[in-house]
C-alpha cells in the first residue's frame, strides 16, 4: 500500500465527522478560527522556526488554540494519526512520497504548536528521526507552554485560577508546582468547570489547596459529546 493510501486509511478509520455535519457547524468553527487562524499562527511558525529565544508569545499562543478549528484539548486521536504517519515516513523509501509526508507532519505540529502533549510526543520523536528540529525546540515550546499556564493564575480561588486549556496541562501544573495531590474536587457552575486540589506542597512541607479553571477545554468536550461541537480532528484540512 502507498503512503497516500496508508494515510487515507488510517483517517477514515478514525471516523472523524467533516465539516456541514452539525448545525452549529457554521457558529462553532468558522468565525472563531478565521479570526484566531492568523494569529495563532503567526506565534506557532515562530515557536517552530526562529531562533530559540524569540518573542513567542505563549499566552496568546494557548489563548488562539482554543479558538481554531484544530483545537484538540485531549490530543488522542492527534497523536494516534502522528503516530500512523510516522511509520508510514519510516516505511516510504520513495524521496517525493517520503517529503510529502514529512511535510504533512509538520503541518499537524504548527496546528498543535500550543498543545502540551503533542510537544512532547515531538520532543521525544525529535531523538529518533533527522526531519524534526532538534529536542532542544520542543523542550522550549514546553517550557514556554507551562510558563505561560501557571502566569494564567495564582490558584488561590476560583476566580483566580490557574486556566488550562487541554487536559495535558493540568498534570504539568502539578509538576511545576511540586505538589503532591491526595484529594481532587471538581466544581462545576452554568458557565465553568473547575477542579480543587487538595495535597502537599513538596516545597515546603506543607498543606496546599489551589484551583484550576478547566472551562475551555470541559467546555468544548461536553459539547462534542452533545453532538453540539464539531470534532477537532480535521487532520486533512490545513491552513496553510
Not at 144 to 165: C, D, Q, V
Request: hydrophobic share 40%; charged share 20%.
Amino acid at each position: 500500500m502507498s503512503g497516500f493510501c496508508y494515510i487515507n486509511a488510517v483517517k477514515a478509520q478514525q471516523d472523524m465527522p467533516k465539516i456541514g455535519e452539525t448545525h452549529l457547524d457554521q457558529l462553532h468553527d468558522y468565525p472563531y478560527h478565521f479570526m484566531a487562524w492568523p494569529y495563532y499562527k503567526a506565534q506557532a511558525k515562530k515557536a517552530l522556526t526562529h531562533q530559540i529565544g524569540s518573542d513567542v508569545n505563549f499566552g496568546q499562543l494557548r489563548q488562539f488554540y482554543t479558538q481554531i478549528r484544530y483545537y484538540d484539548p485531549t490530543a488522542e486521536k492527534t497523536l494516534i494519526y502522528l503516530d500512523a504517519l510516522k511509520d508510514t515516513i519510516a516505511e516510504t523509501a520513495e524521496p517525493s512520497i517520503r517529503q510529502d509526508l514529512i511535510n504533512e507532519f509538520k503541518i499537524i505540529l504548527l496546528q498543535q504548536c500550543a498543545n502540551i502533549d503533542v510537544m512532547r510526543y515531538a520532543y521525544s520523536l525529535s531523538k529518533e528521526v533527522d526531519y524534526l528540529p532538534a529536542p532542544k525546540r520542543f523542550l522550549w515550546i514546553i517550557q514556554g507552554i507551562t510558563t505561560a499556564l501557571i502566569n494564567s493564575g495564582n490558584g488561590l480561588s476560583f476566580a483566580s485560577a490557574y486556566k488550562i486549556i487541554s487536559l495535558g496541562e493540568e498534570s504539568a501544573l502539578i509538576m511545576s508546582l511540586r505538589f503532591k495531590a491526595l484529594q481532587k474536587i471538581s466544581e462545576q457552575s452554568s458557565v465553568a468547570f473547575y477542579t480543587i486540589y487538595q495535597g502537599i506542597d513538596l516545597n515546603t512541607g506543607r498543606d496546599k489547596v489551589f484551583f484550576v479553571d478547566s472551562t475551555a477545554p470541559l467546555t468544548f468536550l461536553t459539547g462534542v459529546e452533545q453532538g453540539g461541537l464539531l470534532d477537532p480532528n480535521f487532520l486533512w484540512q490545513h491552513d496553510r
